[in-house]
């Protein structure tokens, strides 16, 4: 049975088939469960109500839950934390729009490979900001991979794909022109409002427009203090042209162009107890943060004989800071990414097995640009190039067994030091089916990371201490995992549910010095844990449970040990889903508990467990008033106060300003409401 084949008679079973998008180690665990009970599913009776899903809504799917079918989550998201804490495993760090930090196994986003529509997220912009800039509204999936599980990836601890939306995916069925327009208020404390344009002109082309405003003032935590240095302005515009050339094949512009400018703290990352001790810190500094986004994607579907994306990509971040106030001048950090990736897929028997290979390559250029004034200050450059091919050979029987090989050459010219380094990484998975329901998977996956360049704002390369001796991080990510799928038992449409156990291990961990302004490797970091769902699907009504767990150490040369700075701990999710179908109501609660951490370093204080509640209501009517959606919800309903263990945590004593506690508090109690309408 041809690949294509399958994909489809997934689909029209509505079993999911695994996104291209994902790891082939991670699609294929995933069709050794979706595929076995295809022929039941496909008996179901069609009759059977579903609730309603929007178009705006955004597909988050993850390695690290097993839902067997897709999980089409509609959300007022104005961070991504709104978005993705619900993912077992996955953290986002920060309540600043410029302090957005994913975390994936408490490995932060300098250690992940991440992308927008392709592009390059890659960078050290500044250690008292994240690297990313992005607004979960105009996102149309969201892939994440936790854990490094194939070579076809980069990135220590996995990675996260965005996809933004298009208009093939938004124009309903026979019309050529479509729009949305929105408004969302925020009572913890801003207005968001944008509007979209849509069409195809012709059989061939299509284009998409896209703006938004997101205008903010300072929330107020749990305790009621308010978080100074949060107000500010967010505007987000997109424009993609799609061109078919023929039935099989596709290009796609795309240029995104992200500006986010306000009054800021000096550390974002900090909460207002330390941003009000620190003179100066608390003072409104003019920031500009922008990212602009050029992408061209090719997309060719030649059947089981090949399937190919191309994808050229150019990103740009842009810091600047108007520091004039403390030290008379303007700050400007510049990254800029290059990138060319090319990925195909050629489906063939050979030796009385199925044969799905995966290969390609994938270049990165990256540059970090430092000013003052603007006169350049340093300037680094990293280029790697990597090539990738694995199999996955599958018996009769449904035994899978997908060994890979990744081939990455490094070049760095930096102030620690000028050099190349080379890596040869290997990957095994085998995967096999136990029942029609249950199948189990295992897999092994080395890893690598050449040196990143210095921290870009602030001149940070220009003032350290060369290491020309530094060595790059590698190491190896092992997972055992078990999934089961079954449609119509217990009473339920389905059960699904995957528990995953894993250990990580990066040799020659790169950290900053404690004693000299160098980077140096520390010692090798040991991450162990586990990640567990379960969902039961009534016709009308679901209920997911999720649990993630892990613990940290790096293992000194010096035989100490400390944990990693942002290990998440202990986590349990559950999210409730009811849908009154002759409201046209859908009604959500989505509980986070989270334990406290002890896993801390010597003298550190604990990371306080908490619980967070968000509650939402939407309504999506039909008939005369169809295209209108009314979504309603409230965030942290019982106000608590709490820190994400993702995000800056805990007290210091500082030599010259005295006790500091350091936490990102989050917003506290937030009524949100959006009225929307698409035509």
Not at 36 to 42: F, S, T, W
Not at 345 to 351: D, P, R, Y
Request: a negative charge; one cysteine or more; proline letters at 4%.
């Amino acid at each position: 049975m041809s690949f294509h084949v399958v994909r489809r008679l997934a689909r029209s079973a509505q079993v999911p088939f695994p996104p291209a998008k994902l790891p082939l180690a991670l699609r294929c665990a995933s069709l050794a469960v979706a595929l076995a009970p295809v022929a039941g599913v496909a008996q179901a009776e069609e009759s059977t109500n579903l609730a309603p899903v929007t178009v705006w809504g955004t597909e988050v799917s993850s390695s690290s839950v097993y839902l067997g079918e897709e999980d089409i989550s509609i959300k007022q998201a104005d961070h991504l934390s709104d978005l993705l804490r619900d993912q077992p495993g996955v953290e986002v760090g920060g309540t600043h729009s410029v302090n957005q930090r994913i975390n994936i196994r408490g490995l932060d986003d300098t250690d992940l490979d991440i992308r927008i529509d392709g592009a390059s997220q890659s960078n050290f912009m500044y250690h008292h900001m994240g690297n990313l800039l992005i607004n979960a509204d105009i996102l149309k999936a969201v892939d994440i991979q936790v854990g490094a599980n194939s070579i076809v990836h980069g990135g220590l601890g996995g990675g996260v794909k965005f996809e933004t939306k298009d208009a093939k995916d938004l124009l309903k069925p026979g019309h050529d022109f479509g729009g949305r327009v929105s408004f969302s208020h925020f009572t913890n404390d801003a207005t968001q409002g944008s509007l979209t344009g849509y069409g195809k002109l012709g059989d061939s082309f299509d284009f998409l427009a896209y703006m938004l405003v997101n205008d903010r003032d300072n929330p107020k935590d749990g305790d009621g203090v308010e978080n100074v240095g949060n107000d500010g302005k967010i505007k987000d515009h997109l424009i993609k042209l799609g061109y078919d050339i023929g039935e099989y094949d596709r290009l796609e512009f795309g240029y995104g162009a992200y500006r986010d400018e306000g009054d800021y703290t000096y550390r974002p990352d900090m909460g207002p107890a330390t941003n009000t001790n620190i003179p100066g810190s608390s003072l409104p500094y003019p920031t500009e943060y922008n990212r602009d986004t050029y992408t061209l994607n090719y997309d060719m579907d030649r059947g089981d004989m090949l399937n190919l994306r191309l994808s050229l990509s150019h990103n740009v971040l842009d810091l600047r800071r108007d520091e004039s106030i403390v030290s008379g001048g303007i700050i400007e950090g510049e990254a800029i990414n290059s990138g060319a990736n090319a990925t195909a897929q050629t489906l063939t028997e050979a030796f009385g097995l199925e044969h799905l290979f995966t290969y390609g390559s994938d270049i990165l250029r990256q540059q970090g640009i430092s000013n003052k004034d603007g006169e350049q200050l340093t300037k680094e450059k990293a280029l790697n190039i990597a090539v990738f091919a694995e199999d996955r050979a599958t018996f009769d029987s449904g035994l899978a067994i997908t060994p890979g090989v990744r081939v990455d050459r490094y070049n760095l010219d930096s102030v620690n030091a000028d050099k190349t380094y080379t890596e040869v990484s290997g990957a095994l998975a085998v995967e096999m089916p136990v029942t029609d329901a249950l199948s189990i998977r295992a897999s092994t996956t080395q890893t690598f990371k050449g040196p990143e360049l210095s921290e870009i704002f602030n001149n940070a390369g220009g003032v350290k201490t060369p290491n020309p001796d530094i060595r790059p991080e590698d190491g190896h990510n092992e997972e055992f995992g078990v999934n089961y799928f079954k449609p119509d038992v217990w009473g339920a449409k389905s059960i699904a549910g995957g528990v995953t156990l894993y250990r990580t291990k990066i040799h020659d961990v790169i950290q900053a010095s404690e004693t000299v302004d160098m980077d140096e490797n520390v010692g090798t970091a040991v991450i162990d844990g586990y990640e567990a769902s379960f969902k039961y699907s009534l016709t009308d009504l679901s209920l997911m449970l999720t649990y993630a767990s892990m613990d940290s150490e790096v293992r000194r040369h010096d035989g100490s040990t400390t944990p990693l700075d942002r290990e998440v701990g202990d986590t349990i999710g559950v999210i409730v889903t009811y849908y009154v179908p002759r409201a046209d109501l859908t009604f959500d609660w989505n509980a986070q508990f989270v334990s406290e951490e002890d896993n801390v370093a010597e003298g550190s204080e604990n990371k306080d467990g908490y619980q967070v509640h968000n509650v939402s209501m939407q309504w999506l009517p039909k008939g005369q008033l169809d295209g209108v959606a009314v979504t309603f919800g409230i965030e942290n309903l019982f106000d608590e106060l709490y820190t994400a263990h993702a995000s800056r945590t805990g007290r210091t004593n500082h030599p010259v300003f005295g006790e500091l506690l350091l936490n990102d508090y989050e917003p506290g109690r937030n009524y949100k409401l959006t009225l929307a309408y698409s035509f």
